[in-house]
C-alpha cells in the first residue's frame, strides 16, 4: 500500500527549532450548538481501589527495573471516526481533526516522547450513533464502534459525535478494562471538543494511557502517581487558582494546571513525571502493541537561513549580487528522512533564481539539525531592485516510493541596502568613507568622518 505524507506551513523567515506551530484550525461544527449542554469534561466512572493497588504496584515495578526515567520514543497511529447526522451536522472537516491531533503531540511530543500520526478517517451518517446518550457502555456506542474500529493493537480509534445527551464532553475507558484488540478501547469525544484548543482529547487520552483525575476520591484517595498533590473532588477541580489547597491536611496545593484535571482549556497544561511513568508502564502492560509502530515519516522544519558567497562578502544579500542561500532542515521526530531534496521557487521579479536545488546526501536522523556542505540555492537581485522581503516557497520532498513525504513552506529571503555591520547607530557619516588596508594586515578597513567632526575606523564587520 502506497502512502503520501504531505504539510503546508504558512509564512515564515526563519522557524528556529519549532517541532509544531500552533495554527488556529477550528472545527466545523454545522448550525446545532450542543457545546452548552456539556456539563463537564470527562465521563469516565471510578475505577475500583484493587485496579487502582494492581496499576500501581504494576508501575511501581515498571520503575524498579528501569535504570533512568529516560523514555524510547512511542508512535501512536490514530484512526478517526467521524460520525455525523444525515443531514451532515458533525461532519467535522479534516483540518479540524488534525488540529486536534496537533494538540495530541503539542502536549504529548517534547516532555513525554509520545508521538502521534493521523493515518486513517472514516466517515459515517448515522443519527442513532450520532446522537449519542445514556452512560457508559451503552448500545448505540457499542454498534458505533464495533462496526467501524480498526485494529486496537495499533491505532489509536476515536469517535467523535454528539455527546451532549450523556452531558459529558467524552470518555475513554482505561485500558485494563478490556483486551488490548477491543473496540472498547479508544477514545468518544463530543464532535465540538475537536479543535487545536481543547483540551478534552489530551485528558481523554490520558486516560487511554492508564491516568486517573488527579482528584480520584477526593482528600481520602489519589490517582496513584506520587507526585501529584491530594485534590479534593468538589467544584474545585473547574477553579484556576495556584494558591488553591482543597486538602490541607496534605502537601502541596492543587494540582490546578494537570490535564487530568477539570479547570478550563486555557488553565491545563501539564503532567507531572510520575504521571509519565505511569503511561509509559501501562503502554508496556496493556498497549504493547504501540511499540511496533514504526515510524515512517520525518517531521522536517526549516531551522534558518544563511547567505553566503556574495559578490562582497559580508554575508549580506544586496541589489545586484549574486549570493548562495543555504537552508538548515531539522527532523524533530519520527523516521529518518532520507532522499531528501529541498526546491526554491518565487514569483517576485527582483530576483532570478539560476539554482533551485538542494539536495541532501545523508539521511536526516530523529533529533538532528544539518545542512549541506556543497550544495546551495543561488539567487541573483536586480541591481535596481527595491530592498526588501522577497517570498519565496521551498518545497522539501523525501522518503521512499512506498512512504513519500512532501514538506511546503513560505519562507522570505532579506534584500537590503545594509553591510554587515552596518549602519551604526548613534553616528551620521559627513565623509565619503575609504576603504582601504592602512595598518598592512591584508585586510581593508573603513574610514569616514562623522559630524562630529571626529574620524572613524571600522573593520568590514562594523567593529571599532
Not at 520503575?63 to 460520525?83: E, G, P, Q
Not at 482505561?174 to 484548543?197: A, C, I, K, M, R
Not at 468538589?234 to 477553579?239: L, R, T
Not at 494558591?243 to 490541607?248: A, F, R
Request: aromatic fraction near 12%; glycine fraction near 8%.
Amino acid at each position: 500500500m502506497k502512502n503520501f505524507f504531505m504539510i503546508i506551513l504558512g509564512s515564515l523567515t526563519i522557524l528556529l527549532g519549532q517541532k509544531v506551530v500552533e495554527t488556529d484550525l477550528q472545527p466545523d461544527t454545522g448550525s446545532n450548538n450542543t457545546s452548552e449542554m456539556i456539563e463537564k469534561r470527562c465521563g469516565l466512572s471510578s475505577p475500583t481501589m484493587e485496579e487502582m493497588i494492581k496499576t500501581k504496584i504494576l508501575t511501581d515495578e515498571w520503575i524498579n527495573n528501569r535504570s533512568s526515567r529516560d523514555h524510547y520514543a512511542v508512535h501512536v497511529l490514530v484512526a478517526w471516526h467521524v460520525i455525523h447526522a444525515t443531514n451532515n451536522v458533525g461532519n467535522i472537516s479534516t483540518s479540524a481533526i488534525e488540529a486536534a491531533v496537533q494538540r495530541l503531540n503539542l502536549e504529548y511530543n517534547e516532555e513525554h516522547n509520545i508521538f502521534f500520526t493521523l493515518d486513517t478517517i472514516t466517515r459515517t451518517a448515522n443519527n442513532d450513533w450520532f446522537y449519542l446518550d445514556g452512560d457508559l457502555y451503552g448500545e448505540e456506542e457499542e454498534a458505533m464502534r464495533q462496526s467501524t474500529y480498526i485494529d486496537p493493537y495499533h491505532y489509536y480509534n476515536v469517535w467523535s459525535c454528539d455527546m451532549s445527551g450523556t452531558g459529558a464532553g467524552g470518555w475513554n475507558y482505561f485500558p485494563w478494562w478490556n483486551p488490548e484488540g477491543s473496540y472498547w478501547q479508544g477514545t468518544t469525544v463530543h464532535y465540538q471538543s475537536v479543535n487545536l484548543s481543547s483540551k478534552t482529547m489530551p485528558h481523554e487520552c490520558g486516560h487511554y494511557f492508564g491516568l486517573l483525575h488527579t482528584f480520584e476520591g477526593g482528600c481520602s484517595g489519589g490517582d496513584q502517581v506520587d507526585d501529584t498533590p491530594a485534590q479534593d473532588d468538589g467544584d474545585n477541580i473547574y477553579q484556576c487558582n495556584d494558591n488553591l489547597d482543597s486538602c490541607p491536611n496534605d502537601p502541596g496545593n492543587d494540582p490546578v494546571h494537570n490535564i487530568m484535571n477539570y479547570a478550563s482549556d486555557a488553565c491545563v497544561n501539564e503532567f507531572t513525571p510520575g504521571q509519565d511513568d505511569r503511561m509509559f508502564s501501562m503502554i508496556e502492560n496493556f498497549h504493547p502493541g504501540l511499540l511496533e509502530n514504526n515510524f515512517f515519516y520525518p517531521n522536517l522544519y526549516i531551522n534558518g537561513i544563511d547567505y553566503q558567497q556574495d559578490d562582497d562578502g559580508d554575508y549580506m544579500f544586496n541589489p545586484g549580487e549574486t549570493v548562495r542561500v543555504k537552508i538548515t532542515v531539522g527532523n524533530s521526530w519520527g523516521g529518518d528522512a532520507v532522499n531528501v531534496v529541498l526546491t526554491l521557487s518565487s514569483e517576485d521579479p527582483r530576483i532570478y533564481i539560476s539554482d533551485d536545488t538542494i539536495e541532501f546526501s545523508n539521511p536526516i536522523e530523529a533529533g538532528d539539525v544539518t545542512f549541506t556542505l556543497l550544495d546551495w540555492f543561488l539567487v541573483s537581485a536586480n541591481e535596481d531592485a527595491s530592498p526588501g522581503d522577497v517570498p519565496c516557497t521551498v518545497t522539501i520532498t523525501a522518503g521512499t516510493e512506498e512512504y513519500p513525504y512532501e514538506l511546503v513552506e513560505e519562507i522570505e529571503l532579506d534584500l537590503t541596502l545594509s553591510q554587515y555591520g552596518f549602519p551604526i547607530e548613534g553616528v551620521v557619516i559627513k565623509s565619503s568613507p575609504i576603504v582601504a588596508d592602512l595598518d598592512g594586515n591584508t585586510l581593508k578597513d573603513i574610514y569616514f568622518g562623522a559630524e562630529n567632526n571626529k574620524l572613524y575606523g571600522y573593520t568590514i564587520a562594523g567593529i571599532t
